[in-house]
């Protein structure tokens, strides 16, 4: 499973760093990505990571502010987020590609995610 | 950026009813990277199809996905009370994930 935590009432221009444990998997093993969803909208992709975590990819909308991150030997993933905006407010997932092949044809999907944290950002 | 447009963005059904939902992409994706998920209130998205039209685990054949290139279809044959929720579409490209906005599906 995956348990996010971290999330908070944080003011604009502040940090925060997110985090998302992992357990009853091989870690190591999977690409990671947060996914967010503001207040009554839709789904949006934030953010992922190699399991090795030396590549990394970002939405355009966080590029430069967001940094992904893993700690494979405490099967956790992270996400620093600077300078934060009100636009950044939202259910913050982590959720797992399993990246699974089969019959010559691989497949990218998301087939586990956590909970969700909430991150507000409010002065 | 590839852009998926689902429709309608809400749809009025009873149970037992056929469900249709649509995903629309701005150009080609493949399939094996276009997936549906099925969220509920408070709750996290719950995977349902990959590779366009296979089942993940655990779900029921009243599921079904289909569809190539720019034009894929998620289709619940008949409702049951507990299939009433928002469904999105993803899709993988060039290293970027995007979502469809979501269709609500909401008993009449």
């Known amino acids: 499973q995956l348990l996010e935590s971290g999330g908070g009432l944080v003011q604009p221009g502040g940090s925060l760093r997110l985090a998302c444990a992992a357990s009853?998997?091989?870690?190591?093993?999977?690409?990671m990505s947060w996914v967010r969803q503001a207040p009554g909208k839709g789904l949006e992709w934030v953010s992922t990571i190699s399991g090795s975590g030396d590549s990394a990819d970002y939405a355009d909308s966080v590029r430069g502010r967001f940094t992904i991150s893993r700690d494979n030997s405490k099967n956790t993933l992270y996400l620093q987020i600077n300078s934060l905006r009100a636009e950044d407010t939202a259910v913050y997932y982590c959720?797992?590609?399993?990246?699974?092949?089969?019959?010559?044809?691989?497949?990218?999907?998301?087939?586990?995610w956590g909970r969700g944290t909430l991150l507000s950002v409010s002065s | 950026e590839i852009v998926l447009t689902q429709s309608p963005g809400t749809l009025s059904l009873s149970p037992g009813e056929r469900a249709t939902l649509s995903c629309r992409a701005s150009?080609?994706?493949?399939?094996?990277?276009l997936a549906w998920y099925q969220q509920k209130p408070g709750q996290a998205p719950r995977l349902l199809m990959y590779?366009?039209?296979n089942r993940a685990a655990g779900i029921p054949d009243r599921f079904s996905g289909s569809g190539s290139g720019t034009d894929f279809t998620l289709t619940i044959s008949r409702l049951e009370p507990e299939d009433f929720a928002v469904y999105y579409c993803q899709q993988y490209a060039i290293s970027l994930w995007t979502f469809g906005q979501g269709t609500k599906v909401e008993i009449k």
């Open positions: 959720a797992k590609d399993p990246w699974y092949c089969s019959g010559g044809i691989c497949y990218h999907y998301f087939d586990l």
């Open positions: 009853g998997l091989t870690f190591s093993s999977y690409a």
């Open positions: 150009q080609s994706v493949s399939s094996a990277y």
């Open positions: 590779g366009a039209s």
